[in-house]
């Protein structure tokens, strides 16, 4: 009976650390969001974000909330031209989550290759976005093989290129994509 009573309270304990941990991160998370909603207009505002990003990380680094933010925080480096600090964070978000139902990780891996693409790293561009299309990008397919095909194109592989439009073709439904790929191809 004291084992069973023992076991509840330790678990019950448990339970309510993780819940005030997590509870606590999504605080820390929000508030960070609000900054960057109500200041969408107003990049320098943004930056306010990444020191609360930054501490959110530190204090509950396991928290989803935690992983997030690392996605968050490379978004706001890559927006101010900070491709460095950006392709570090979007590489932490990669190496924190483990399972992608969301189809963020086929987001961090092309804004990867967005970063090493302006950095004109074209090989390191091509492999984060072929990493992309591997990964779960239902709705994103299209866009991903735009991408592909681009980087072919700054490559001078106007064959790679004209596959990868035609592929992005047959996948898109925007009948304004339709006409720019047409146009491509």
Partial sequence: VVAVVLAILIAGGIYLYWNNYQTSAVTLYAKAQDNITKNIDKPEAIKDSIPVFKELIDKYPHSWSAKMAWYHLGNIYY????????IASYKSYISS????????????????????????????????????????????EAIGYRNIARIYEQTNDSKKALENYQIALQKTTDPSMVLLIKIKI
């Avoid at 693409?117 to 299309?133: C, G, N, P, V």
């Fill in 79 to 86: 927006s101010q031209s900070d491709f460095d600090n950006a």
């Fill in 97 to 140: 989550e483990t399972s992608d139902h969301a189809g963020i990780k086929f987001l961090a891996l092309t804004s990867l290759g967005y970063c090493y693409e302006k950095k004109a790293d074209f090989k390191a561009a091509l492999d984060y976005f072929e990493q992309a299309q591997k990964s779960n990008n239902i709705g994103f």
